[in-house]
């Protein structure tokens, strides 16, 4: 049966589905400039990756560079010291979520959130926005690291219409596979299911479809679908309930 529960705090990162990057990946292709863009949004997450149960959060929509700082539900907060009309590189602090131990089976311990540092580049070609990034857990959680590869094509529809559609994929260490979708000896015994270790590898493959309508020069509405599916070891973990799993957002901008 699918659950659903609210919390007012978002908890948005690499943990989940990219469609916050596709989301922001479209809107930066018409912010490469400095701005400040503040709004609200709601989504709706899987509990954890490969959770049967489902959570509404709501959060800040928050889009804001200047100049060589920048803030956003893509990166975090951080700086970008190189930035022309076909490569950004840049460096930042993120959110990784953990998940809370009533949203796993009983015996499994919790896994705490953490705060990650990440590099990334984008790179603008061709229509194509293609992102290559890496973060390491440095505080609590896994202090694993995982990378991401995306490839998105923003298409204007019409002069206040934008599609962007995106692929992704993510590779994790296996210390942050281990600690996220493992089961140690304890946790066996506590919640009786089989101990399972998991290594390095793939560990999830996505693909988005942002739809983003400019309502005034300053106001966006834009919504996000997503289907993302656990791949190699990691998606015969004890944890996973579905290894494929949608994911939907919704968020309304103004522009500064």
Not at 41 to 61: H, K, L, M, N, T
Not at 62 to 70: E, L, R
Not at 123 to 138: E, N, W
Not at 149 to 167: D, G, K, N, Q, W
């Amino acid at each position: 049966m699918m659950k659903f529960s609210s919390e007012n705090r978002a908890r948005l990162s690499i943990s989940l589905p990219i469609s916050i990057m596709a989301l922001w990946t479209g809107a930066a292709q018409a912010q490469e400039q400095d701005h400040v863009v503040l709004g609200v949004g709601v989504a709706a997450a899987p509990a954890y990756q490969g959770s049967e149960d489902y959570r509404i959060i709501p959060f800040p929509a928050i889009d804001i560079k200047k100049g060589w700082f920048f803030a956003n539900l893509r990166n975090g907060i951080g700086v970008e010291p190189i930035s022309t009309e076909t490569v950004t590189i840049g460096a930042s602090a993120v959110f990784v979520q953990g998940y809370r131990k009533r949203d796993v089976p009983g015996g499994i311990d919790k896994l705490s959130d953490a705060v990650g540092a990440r590099v990334f580049a984008n790179i603008r070609a061709g229509g194509f926005v293609a992102t290559l990034g890496a973060v390491k857990v440095v505080s609590g959680g896994t202090k694993g690291v995982v990378a991401d590869a995306s490839l998105s094509y923003p298409i204007h529809v019409a002069p206040r219409f934008m599609l962007t559609p995106t692929i992704a994929t993510t590779w994790a260490n296996g210390r942050y596979n281990d600690r996220y979708f493992g089961v140690t000896p304890a946790e066996a015994l506590a919640s009786g299911l089989p101990q399972f270790q998991a290594g390095s590898g793939f560990k999830d493959a996505s693909a988005a479809l942002t739809a983003s309508y400019r309502v005034t020069d300053r106001i966006t509405l834009a919504a996000t679908g997503s289907v993302s599916s656990l791949l190699d070891e990691v998606k015969d973990s004890p944890l996973v309930k579905k290894t494929t799993q949608p994911f939907g957002i919704v968020t309304l901008t103004y522009r500064m």
